[in-house]
């Protein structure tokens, strides 16, 4: 099928949003950050913003590359196809034409995805069909939950977690100075036994200094939790974003214990009443290092106490991190 690759702009707006209005069930966040992508690769040069569109003009998808780790690494994100159009190779076409466009602005630039359809790579790689190579490999508890107003969530949690209040004296909200010296610390990375540390569905390394800029001036919440002896002990980021249905929170908390990390939950919903006073909250939670045992404590703390239902059952899978020279669909 013959399409037209261009720069997707600020006016693209509407037809943008009419390419698939009901995708993540209420929970999309391109129609709230969509301008702020535009404008910011237009005046930092760190997104590549492409549409395709038809030969009538019809905008039928879109796709977006962050560049990050100074230029050496691109994040493909927001990519979306028209349902009448898929399965036409229109998603292949626009992502390798990303790629690319960020080859002219770094020519050593690498690819870094994520996913959790495991099976499929490990299937590629077998097959020695995989343009990306998986390299590295860990656990991550997702839970996500249906609307529920804050108030609630908050008045149910502090009636239940009264014998936390000496661990949440320890667990802090960092100010920018002090979360800029914690992710660039190397007490951090042997925490996380990596450098690479991932934000809701992307990876930072955080050897680079403009990584961690960027999440500081994000204004996401960074939150640690440190033992008595002043071992670090739990440490998460936490961002929020309008949706449909309400205001959803992210928060990737990285600890083994049920009680750190439920301290740190209750944390990042105490920040965020500020923002979220009466619209309903929406809560995905990742969960790094917990073991099956902790899980289950999470677990009962979000459901029976706090009364935030699930969207879908507290589950575990491999998480894994792609990277390679070449863009590929699932």
Not at 96 to 101: R, V
Not at 119 to 146: D, K, L, N, Q, Y
Not at 228 to 250: H, T
Request: glycine share 6%; hydrophobic share 40%; net charge neutral.
């Amino acid at each position: 099928m013959s399409v037209k690759i261009r720069e997707a702009r600020l006016e693209d707006y509407d037809g943008v949003m009419d390419i698939n209005k009901d995708v993540y069930e209420g929970l999309d966040y391109l129609p709230y950050k969509y301008k702020m992508y535009i404008k910011e690769g237009q005046s930092k040069g760190n997104r590549i913003c492409l549409l395709a569109e038809t030969n009538e003009g019809k905008i039928i998808a879109f796709g977006m590359a962050f560049l990050v780790d100074d230029g050496n690494t691109a994040i493909p994100q927001a990519a979306r196809v028209h349902p009448d159009y898929g399965s036409k190779g229109i998603n292949n076409t626009l992502g390798n034409t990303l790629f690319a466009k960020c080859r002219e602005k770094y020519k050593n630039t690498k690819i870094v995805s994520t996913t959790w359809h495991t099976e499929i790579w490990e299937r590629r790689e077998r097959e020695g069909t995989s343009p990306m190579m998986m390299t590295a490999r860990s656990t991550r508890i997702s839970f996500e939950t249906e609307p529920l107003p804050l108030s609630i969530a908050l008045e149910k949690a502090y009636r239940h977690s009264e014998d936390l209040s000496k661990l949440f004296e320890r667990t802090l909200v960092l100010s920018r100075d002090d979360a800029r010296e914690l992710l660039s610390s190397p007490e951090l990375r042997d925490f996380i036994r990596t450098s690479d540390f991932v934000y809701s569905w992307d990876v930072f390394n955080l050897k680079f200094v403009s990584n961690v800029e960027w999440i500081i001036q994000c204004n996401n919440a960074i939150v640690r939790t440190r033992n008595q002896d002043g071992a670090l002990r739990g440490v998460s980021i936490g961002n929020i974003l309008p949706c449909k249905l309400g205001i959803r929170i992210f928060v990737d908390i990285y600890c083994a214990d049920a009680d750190v990390v439920i301290a740190h939950i209750v944390k990042h919903l105490q920040l965020l009443q500020q923002f979220c006073k009466s619209s309903p909250l929406v809560g995905s939670f990742f969960l790094h290092q917990c073991s099956a045992k902790h899980k289950t404590e999470v677990k009962t703390f979000l459901m029976e106490y706090m009364g935030l239902k699930p969207k879908q059952n507290l589950n575990e899978k491999d998480f894994i991190i792609l990277e390679g020279n070449a863009v590929s669909k699932l």
